[in-house]
Nanobody
Framework: QVQLVESGGGLVQPGGSLRLSCVASGNILNIFTWAWFRQAPGKQREVVASITHNGMPNYTDSVKGRFTISRGNAENTVYLQMNSLKPEDTAVYYC??????????????????????WGQGTQVTVSS
């Protein structure tokens, strides 16, 4: 079963930095798009940043110039570097992947499934 596990959240002062990581495990054939979402208390979940298979990033306006999404050298990893953090960045951050999962049928045959997978979330708190 494919899983995403985030790490790197925590408490940081305004102006500080954090780096979130997300690692995918399981029978993964391809990861098409990675994304980071966040959800603050009482608010809807919103996309923060995304990156395609060929490395094209996209950011929501509120984080442009401060956050950077990148894919790791290992195809199953994505990062979110967050600089100049503000109290309004406080939220639970979720990793998301659009991917193709495979099932090995033997005799060199695979069955593939397109999946949208979420991580469990990691808390980021920006406060003095």
């Amino acid at each position: 079963q494919v899983q995403l596990v985030e790490s790197g959240g925590g408490l940081v002062q305004p102006g500080g930095s954090l780096r979130l990581s997300c690692v995918a495990s399981g029978n993964i054939l391809n990861i098409f798009t990675w994304a980071w979402f966040r959800q603050a208390p009482g608010k809807q979940r919103e996309v923060v940043a995304s990156i395609t298979h060929n490395g094209m990033p996209n950011y929501t306006d509120s984080v442009k110039g401060r956050f950077t999404i990148s894919r790791g050298n290992a195809e199953n990893t994505v990062y979110l570097q967050m600089n100049s953090l503000k109290p309004e960045d406080t939220a639970v951050y979720y990793c998301h992947a659009d991917l193709s999962e495979y099932e090995d049928l033997g005799e060199d045959k695979l069955r593939t499934y397109d999946r949208n997978i979420w991580g469990q979330g990691t808390q980021v708190t920006v406060s003095s």
